[in-house]
């Protein structure tokens, strides 16, 4: 690849799951990576070894995305540290499945204020530092197009975050950075396999015509595409990533 090593990217969500193996994926090719975490101090810290011990560059750097100080504090950070951001992959995100009737208002505004408000605060402060020929990348979820029972809210906070990418990416016109979202189908990960029975996860894997659930490197390698460089002619649109689920 032709990407040089001092371009950073800021993958949220990095300390587990998607986010984890996209942070890995990016510094393997060639990215200095930002692993934000909002919790996880320990397992953000076994990603940033983990890349260093093949070589590569990244810090780990706490930040509650839904926390519009805490984001723009991180991005200083990684510019700080770096001199620059190229890419944001905005990851982090979080699911509790609850028929609509039974959500309360907390974990109404809980997911919001995660899924579509961390999206935002991460987009706004991208808009005013991310280098001419950067990339956006947004998650979404094949969820949406599903309409199954029990994902009305998270449904919602991923709705908004595909029309922050259709609409952002016509405002960065001019800047050369383009704004795209992934929509994974189900990924072997915490936010997909907690709770579930082994009856029901049997069940999703035989979802997709591919016949399997999805790992997070099948969602990281697209990422690397939409992040690297035989990607710069795709903006606004949503890559559903799903094994042909829908
Ligand atoms: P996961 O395994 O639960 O990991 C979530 C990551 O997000 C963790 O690193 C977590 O770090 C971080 N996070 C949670 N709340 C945060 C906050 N407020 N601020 C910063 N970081 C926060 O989830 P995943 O399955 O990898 O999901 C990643 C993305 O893919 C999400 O946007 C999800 O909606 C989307 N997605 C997943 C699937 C799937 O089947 N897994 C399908 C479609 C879409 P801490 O532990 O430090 O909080």
Redesign the pocket.
């Known amino acids: 690849m032709s990407i040089t090593t001092s371009q950073v990217a800021i993958v ?9 193996a996209i942070a890995e994926r990016l510094a393997n090719d060639g990215f200095t990576v930002v692993v ?6 320990a ?2 810290e076994d990603v940033v070894r983990k890349i260093e011990a093949k070589g590569g560059k990244a810090i780990s750097a ?6 519009a100080i805490a984001v723009a504090r991180m991005f200083d950070s990684a510019e700080t540290a770096f001199g620059r951001i190229d890419v944001l992959v ?6 509790k499945t609850l028929p609509l009737a039974e959500t309360s208002d907390e974990e109404f505004d809980r997911h919001f ?3 579509a408000k ?1 999206t935002f605060n991460a987009m706004r402060e991208a808009a005013k530092r991310l280098q001419s020929g950067g990339r956006i990348i947004n ?5 949406l197009a599903l309409n199954m029972p029990g994902y009305a809210v ?1 449904n919602g906070t ?1 709705a908004a975050v595909e029309a922050f990418t259709h609409v952002f990416a016509k405002e960065l016109r001019g800047r050369n950075i383009t704004v795209n979202a ?11 396999l ?1 709770g579930k029975s082994d009856e029901l996860i049997a069940q999703f894997s035989k979802m997709p015509p591919l016949e399997r659930l ?1 790992q ?1 490197d099948d ?1 990281a390698n697209v990422v690397s595409f939409l992040a690297g460089p035989d990607a710069g002619w795709v903006n606004g649109q949503i890559v559903r990533a799903n094994g042909g689920v829908a």
């Open positions: 949220t969500g990095a300390s587990r799951g998607i986010g984890a934000n975490y909002s919790g996880s101090a397992p953000a706490q930040a509650d995305v839904s926390d905005n990851n982090a995100g979080i699911l204020a995660i899924n961390g998650f979404s979820s094949t969820t998270y991923k992934v929509a994974p189908g189900p990924i072997a990960t915490d936010l997909f907690n999805g997070p969602i």
